[in-house]
C-alpha cells in the first residue's frame, strides 16, 4: 500500500468552481506539503504545515486554502478554480524528527480548469 | 534571491555514463537533495548530500562543494529505464526545499 494517497489522480473542472483535493498519510510524519508543478518549472510550494496547529503559505498561496484535519491529513481547496490552475499537484510528507528530512511525495493529482 | 540551476535537458547513450550538474545560492544550507521523476509521476527520493564530498549508491553518486555552491549526479552504466527528468534541490536555513527546474534526461539506445 502505498505511504501518501492523494484523491482525486485527476479532476476536470470549471471556471469558478470550488474543489477540494485530499492527502493522507501512513508514514507517521508530522510534516506536510502542497506543490504545484508546471511544464518546465520546478516543483512550487504553496502550503506547507508542521503539525496539526500549524499552517504556513509558501511561495504561491494565493487563491488556495488548506485545512490540517489530522496528523495524517491534509487538504488543498481552490475556492473558485481558474484556468491558470490548470497543473499536477503533489502532496508530500517528512519527518521533522529525522536527521535527514526527505521529503516523500504522492502520487499527484493532475487538475484541468476549463 | 534564491535560486537553483540545472541544464534543461541532456541525451545519453545506454550503457554510458553522464553527469547532471546543479548550482545553487540560497540563504542557508542545510543539504541538498536530488530525485529522479518519471512523466506524469511523483518524485522519488534519490541522494542526500550535506557534507563535501562523494556519495555513492550503486549506479548513482551524488558531488557536493559547499564552497563553490556545486553539486552533481553522476549515474553509471545507463539504462533505458533512467530516462526520466532529475530535480536538484537544497534545503536553505528554515529548512525549506528549494528546488530546481529539473533535467530531463533521454537515453538514446
Known amino acids: 500500500d502505498a505511504d501518501v494517497t492523494q484523491t482525486p489522480r485527476n479532476r476536470i473542472t470549471k471556471t469558478g468552481k470550488r474543489i477540494m483535493l485530499e492527502c493522507s498519510q501512513t508514514?507517521?510524519?508530522?510534516?506536510m506539503y502542497w506543490y504545484r508543478q508546471d511544464p518546465g518549472l520546478g516543483l512550487r510550494l504553496i502550503y506547507y504545515s508542521f503539525d496539526v496547529k500549524d499552517i504556513n503559505k509558501g511561495e504561491i498561496s494565493d487563491g488556495y486554502s488548506v485545512s490540517r484535519q489530522a496528523q495524517a491529513k491534509f487538504s488543498l481547496s481552490l475556492e473558485s478554480a481558474i484556468p491558470n490552475q490548470t497543473a499536477l499537484y503533489f502532496c508530500a510528507t517528512s519527518d521533522s524528527a529525522a536527521v535527514q528530512e526527505t521529503q516523500y511525495f504522492g502520487p499527484g493529482t493532475r487538475l484541468l480548469v476549463l | 534571491g534564491q535560486n537553483i540551476d540545472q541544464p534543461t535537458e541532456m541525451t545519453a547513450t545506454e550503457g554510458a555514463i553522464v553527469q547532471i550538474n546543479c548550482t545553487y545560492q540560497t540563504s542557508g544550507f542545510n543539504g541538498l537533495f536530488w530525485y529522479q521523476q518519471h512523466a506524469g509521476e511523483a518524485p522519488t527520493f534519490l541522494s542526500y548530500n550535506v557534507l563535501d564530498g562523494l556519495e555513492e549508491k550503486g549506479r548513482f553518486s551524488s558531488f557536493l562543494s559547499r564552497s563553490k555552491g556545486y553539486s552533481y549526479l553522476l549515474l553509471k552504466e545507463l539504462q533505458m529505464k533512467d530516462s526520466a527528468s532529475y530535480l536538484c534541490a537544497v534545503s536553505d536555513s528554515n529548512y525549506q526545499l528549494i528546488w530546481g527546474a529539473g533535467t530531463k534526461l533521454i537515453i538514446k539506445p
Open positions: 508514514k507517521g510524519h508530522d510534516r
